[in-house]
Each structure stands twice: as structure tokens, then as C-alpha cells.
């Protein structure tokens, strides 16, 4: 009777430990920025583009595209906080500057609201990890807007590769 019970608590390992095995993976980590390192990018980007005497707006978005930061500098246009959304949004959706996304600019996807494809948004990765975005407009040129948002992504860049 001792050996039935065995063999079935053991059949019954063997059943569920491939289920426990399964749960492990009904689940990912997600990794996020802080708002404080949302708010550093937003800052970094800002003061990179006064260096050049340039007020911008500027929006960090988490990896979903949602707004975690949103700064205008004093005199920056109030157009430049929806545009640089709306880079910053394209950016993360598509997980690549919005540099690369100009020729999809004027087809059905690029003319979803919210979705700007020009030149200007970059996406925030770590150790191949989409953490979110940063859209930046104000700029006469959007290369200068790319450049700003590229200072504020490096000045966190070291710090995030530590953190993993």
C-alpha cells in the first residue's frame, strides 16, 4: 500500500510541476523609467537645446506611449508640447527615431492622430529594452530637435545600463 502511495504522490509531481513551470512564464517583468529619470531626460533635453539658444517643448512617454513628463521652456510656442508628444509617442510605438519614419509620414499610419513622424523623436532603450520615448520640437530644424532629445537620453544612458 506504501508503494502505491509513493507512486502517486510522484505521478502527481510529475503532473504538476509542469503546470508550476508554466506559471512562471504567465507572467513578464517589465522594466520602467522613474519619474525622476523622466524628468532628468525632460530637464537634460531642455537645457541642451538653451545651449544652442533654442526654446523647445519636450515629452518623455513610458513605454506605452503615455506622458510621464511634459515641459515647455519659458518662451517655446505652446504648439511645441502636443508635437513633441505626438514624436515622442511615434517613437516608442515604433521603436525607432522618427528620423527613420518620414516616408511612412504621409500614408494611412502616418496620418493617425496623435502620430508624428518627423524628425525629432527618439525611443529610450537599455540592454535592448524599449523603456520609453522622448519627443522634442521648437527647433528650426528637426535634426536639432533629435540632438537635444539624444543629450537628454545620454545624460540618464550610463545610469540605466548600471541599473539592470
Known amino acids: 500500500m506504501k508503494t502505491l502511495s509513493l507512486i502517486a504522490v510522484v505521478s502527481a509531481a510529475v ?15 517589465v522594466q520602467r ?3 525622476d529619470t523622466a524628468e532628468v531626460i525632460a530637464k537634460e533635453t531642455i537645457a541642451a537645446c538653451r545651449e544652442k539658444g533654442i526654446q523647445v517643448g519636450v515629452t518623455v512617454v513610458d513605454r506605452n506611449g503615455i506622458a510621464q513628463v511634459a515641459m515647455r521652456d519659458t518662451i517655446a510656442p505652446p504648439i511645441t508640447l502636443p508635437i513633441s508628444k505626438g514624436k515622442a509617442y511615434a517613437a516608442v510605438m515604433f521603436n525607432v527615431p522618427t528620423a ?3 516616408e511612412r509620414a504621409n500614408t494611412p499610419i502616418g496620418r493617425v492622430p496623435g502620430v508624428v513622424m518627423s524628425t525629432g523623436g527618439l525611443p ?7 523603456l520609453g520615448g522622448v ?3 521648437g527647433a528650426p530644424s528637426g535634426v536639432t530637435d533629435e540632438a537635444c532629445a539624444k543629450a537628454g537620453i545620454e ?3 550610463t545610469d540605466l545600463e548600471m541599473s539592470l
Open 155 to 157: 545624460a540618464v544612458q
Open 33 to 35: 523609467l522613474s519619474l
Open 135 to 137: 519627443g522634442v520640437s
Open 15 to 29: 503532473i504538476v510541476l509542469p503546470a508550476a513551470a508554466e506559471d512562471e512564464n504567465m507572467m513578464i517583468q
Open 100 to 102: 527613420e519614419l518620414s
Open 124 to 130: 529610450i532603450q537599455v540592454g535592448g529594452a524599449l
